[in-house]
């Protein structure tokens, strides 16, 4: 039979309707799977982001430190984000001893959540077909298997994320106000968590509701406002906690300009990241935190030249070299669908779940991606996870929605298209690492047009031979991206950040991220190199002072904390440029003993590293030290002795 576009979708079943029996096993071998896959040798990609972890391992040891994010136990400075995320690193660490494991197994839990919170919400709108497609695209997602394997913040702010979408669901059902409160509530703590990224969901989740929630136009205002002022409250208590506390006994705010958490918020982490421009810790063609020594104009985050940094801005960027093979596989398939179940539904009553549900993911995945797009500040292709959840829930609720619609043509149309451009595209971006694994794109390919054309033409006359079709789909959607995320799984990956596939190492000019010299492939010489030595670390384990050692920036500082158990002092912070310690400061710490060696990085200063203690303080402190102390060698490393050596005269 053919139909005409007018024709009303198939409606979706209600959430009260009694489970399948196949549902509940079906559900727990997608969360046992997705388990294996995220806690499959956890751990031995050692520290991961050193940064973080050094921050971790200081939460351990120092009370306030846990509060605050602090990036040592001497409570210097802290990590340029909020610290919600190092909160729960830092109990699972008190809990069961801190080691690499223990440090990201919540990261991986959290992964294993996320799936089915994503699997609950899409299940409430399009059933449990629809929900399962969706955590298994999630699952399988390459960027996913990355981020919920460490320790940055993008694990925690992903599944906070879902929560809000979860709630904003329920909330549309019934206009509840505790559903309203509760997605204020996750997104206040994805605030927390990762400061404005967290907002980009927002536009979608309140279309959503606004639209289509059950209840007059100033009620659905009137609840809007409630989760805004709940997100308001949720969020802001921390801040005002920040604001009062006195700055001399709390670390200073890393990345800001004025010991401000709301000025990180709106400056280095906000504005800066969507206009680009300098800042704590870099801009653009100066070395950006987590990037390589002396990036150029092609490097930096407007630049092509190093994928590490996204790629040029534009329209094409999600399907870069950079970060098309992190989250992109099925971005083609839920746009179709996106657009198609839009198109189906734009005659549907103002209250249609379906409809409701498609803006809310839509919006989520349509802001977020047009961000990450053109922004010119700094942007990392693991950024894409935050995409992963709405690509996941569009492909799961059009796939499910088109297939019960399928006895007329432009439902089977639509699946036919879907599943045609996964293929298409999963062999575009397997063709971009050719020597490996060459046959799985030819396969992947074939058996995408061939399920494509059944569905075309024949979906509605399939009878059992549907499950065959269903698995064909399921293998050629999922198999290319299932493969790099075991890959990533299994080759381990660390440093200020991380990328997808046998094609990373071409973001460090051939070498790992984290590989020789120290995080993110840095060669040796570069910032912090040769400061983690077993030397420097009989150095300064043991020593009695509130910091064993000071050095300008965090690259080897955290190294050197993490592997001796001393305090370390990032002076500067990441990249030495924030003006923590002042050199007044600085000075005062060594006439009171607080801090005993200074180790010289090589950072800042005539033939230094752009962006590494050159716009700080950094760089005053390191000439006071160097025309004050005497120079000792350890290691390798040039050490001055702040307490026991004598001043130059």
Sequence with gaps: MTVSADAPPATAPAAAEPRARWERPALLALLAATAVLYLWGLGASGWANEYYAAAVQAGTQNWTAWLFGSLDPGNSITVDKPPASLWLMVLSARLFGFSAFTMLLPQALMGVAAVGVLFAAVRRVSGPAAGLIAGAVLAATPVAALMFRFNNPDALLVL?????????VRAIETAGTRWMVLVGCALGFAFLTKMLQAFLVMPGLAAAFLIAAPVGLWQRIGKLAVGAATMVVSAGWYLVLVEVWPASSRPYIGGSTDNSLLQLALGYNGIQRIAGGGGP??????????GPPGGGPGDGPGGGANLFFGGEPGIGRLFGNSMGVEASWLLPAALIGLAAGIWFTRRAARTDSVRASLLLWGGWLVVTGAVFSFMDGIIHPYYTVALAPA?????????????????????????????AATGVWAFVLLGRTPEWLPWLRWVVLVLA??????????????????????????????????????????????????????ARADAFGGM???????????????PGGGMDNAAMQELVRGVDSRWAAASVGAMGASGLQLHSGASIMAIGGFSGSDDSPTLAQFQQYVADHEVRYFIDGDRGGPGGPPGFGRDGTGAEIAAWVKANFRPMQVGGTTVYDLQSGRPMS
């Excluded at 810790?281 to 987590?290: D, E, H, I, R």
């Excluded at 796939?399 to 298209?417: D, I, M, N, Q």
């Excluded at 790992?512 to 570069?526: A, D, I, N, T, V």
């Design 160 to 168: 906070l994320l879902i929560v809000a979408a979860y709630a904003m």
């Design 391 to 419: 690509v996941a829930a569009l492909v799961g609720i059009a796939a499910a929605e088109s297939w019960r619609g399928r006895r007329f043509v432009v439902p089977r149309v639509t699946l036919a298209a879907m599943m």
């Design 512 to 526: 790992p991220p984290g590989g020789p010299g120290g995080p993110g492939g840095m060669p040796p010489g570069g």
């Design 281 to 290: 810790g870099g801009g653009p063609g100066g070395g950006p935190p987590g």
């Design 449 to 502: 047009v061939a399920v494509a054309a059944v569905m075309a033409v024949g979906a509605h006359r399939l009878g059992r031979a549907a499950v065959a079709v269903v698995i064909g789909a399921a293998l050629s959607g999922l198999a290319a991206p299932t493969a790099f995320a075991v890959y990533n799984v299994m080759h381990p990956a660390s440093g200020p950040g991380t990328m997808s596939g046998p």
